[in-house]
């Protein structure tokens, strides 16, 4: 079975600063594609970046970022010029298929508050 | 616009008193999924479909019924609703490897 998971509950971030979400996971599967999901206080689901595994390099939209690291099992976050409209709840997500109905496996998620 | 709707999207409700949550996606997508979202447990999936009358269990389907009548509805019913399913519910249509999520129904069982 896939698991995904969030270490940090909680984080927070001065405005303009650099943060970092961590994110593992556990998967048998070779290949497989993970997400960051957005859920500001509009409970609205916003996807955030998209990394597909057999792709080498890592995924960049705009100031969103991505560390895949495979052979460890990472996949973490960095928000780069941290603004007020980031504050969220952000999960992290990996699909392997539609074999499996199409289902996304998410982990715990991480609430981030970014601070003026 | 391409979008997934969901009615009602806030519900209060009394235990044992039989509701419906309806679901449904204007982008001809043939997987349609509901997942439940608790503090501490991010979203897990309930049911899933992959074609009309074509359904089966996600990860946590206990107390809960879906139908797949016409490709773009995908209804959750609960039968006899209990607090432990007061959550935040979201319809999800996907295709390939992207996901379209409703705005979410919030739901409390008293």
């Known amino acids: 079975a896939q698991t995904v998971t969030q270490s940090q509950p909680e984080m927070s971030v001065q405005e303009a600063e650099t943060v970092t979400l961590s994110c593992t996971y556990d998967?048998?599967?070779?290949?497989?594609?993970l997400f960051w999901y957005k859920q500001p206080p509009s409970r609205q689901m916003i996807l955030v970046i998209r990394?597909?595994?057999?792709?080498?390099q890592n995924a960049t939209e705009n100031r969103f970022s991505v560390n895949f690291q495979k052979a460890a099992k990472s996949f973490s976050l960095k928000i780069s010029d941290s603004q007020l409209g980031d504050t969220a709840m952000y999960f992290c997500?990996?699909?392997?298929?539609?074999?499996?109905?199409?289902?996304?496996?998410f982990g715990e998620g991480t609430q981030l508050t970014v601070n003026p | 616009e391409a979008q997934v709707t969901q009615n009602p999207r806030y519900l209060i409700t009394v235990t044992g008193k039989k509701l419906t949550v309806t679901c449904s996606q204007n982008?001809?997508?043939?997987?349609m999924s509901w997942y439940r979202q608790d503090p501490g447990l991010g979203l897990r999936q309930i049911y899933y479909s992959m074609n009309v009358e074509v359904t089966d269990k996600g990860d946590v389907p206990e107390g809960y019924k879906v139908s797949r009548k016409e490709k773009r509805n995908f209804p959750l019913i609960l039968e006899s609703p209990s607090p432990n399913q007061t959550s935040l519910y979201f319809c999800a249509s996907s295709f390939r490897n992207e996901q379209f999520f409703g705005p979410g129904t919030r739901l409390t069982v008293l």
């Open positions: 997500a990996f699909w392997t298929g539609e074999t499996s109905g199409s289902r996304l496996t």
């Open positions: 998967t048998s599967e070779s290949n497989y594609y």
């Open positions: 982008m001809n997508h043939e997987y």
């Open positions: 990394q597909e595994a057999y792709k080498q």
